[in-house]
C-alpha cells in the first residue's frame, strides 16, 4: 500500500508557472506507475500525465503537451508536475495517483491509491 500527499498548489496568473509535488509513503515507489489527473468544477477527472514504472515511458494530455513536465524521483519517492505558461483552463484540483500494474494508462478507473489533491488556480 502507498499513501501519497500532494503538495505546490496555488493562486497564480497566466503565463506563470507552478510546481507540484506528490510524496510517497513506503519503500515501493518505484514499483508503481504514477500519474497526475484534474479534476475542474463540473467536469469529469482527467488524465494530465503519467510515467511508467518499468520503461520510464511517458505520455501528456494533448492539452498540457509542451506546457507540463513529468518526473518522479524513486531515491526521494516523489513524483513531480512541472507546469509552465499556466492557463486559467488548468484551474482544477490536481491529483497524483498510483497504479500496482505497470503498464501506463489515462483511465483514473486502473489506478489505485490517490492523493487528497491540491488545488491549481489561475487568473486571467
Known amino acids: 500500500q502507498v499513501q501519497l500527499l500532494e503538495s505546490g498548489g496555488g493562486l497564480v496568473q497566466a503565463g506563470d508557472s507552478l510546481r507540484l509535488s506528490c510524496a510517497a509513503s513506503?519503500?515501493?515507489?518505484?514499483?508503481?506507475?504514477m500519474g497526475w489527473f484534474r479534476q475542474a468544477p463540473g467536469k469529469e477527472r482527467e488524465f494530465v500525465a503519467g510515467?511508467?514504472?518499468?520503461?520510464?515511458?511517458?505520455e501528456y494530455a494533448d492539452s498540457v503537451k509542451g506546457r507540463f513536465t513529468i518526473s518522479r524521483d524513486n531515491a526521494e519517492n516523489t513524483l513531480y508536475l512541472q507546469m509552465n505558461s499556466l492557463a486559467p483552463d488548468d484551474t482544477a484540483v490536481y491529483y497524483c495517483?498510483?497504479?500496482?500494474?505497470?503498464?501506463?494508462?489515462?483511465?483514473?478507473?486502473?489506478?489505485?491509491?490517490w492523493g487528497q489533491g491540491t488545488q491549481v488556480t489561475v487568473s486571467s
Open positions: 495517483a498510483a497504479r500496482r500494474g505497470g503498464i501506463l494508462t489515462g483511465s483514473s478507473l486502473r489506478y489505485d491509491y
Open positions: 513506503g519503500r515501493t515507489f518505484s514499483s508503481y506507475t
Open positions: 510515467s511508467e514504472r518499468t520503461s520510464g515511458r511517458i
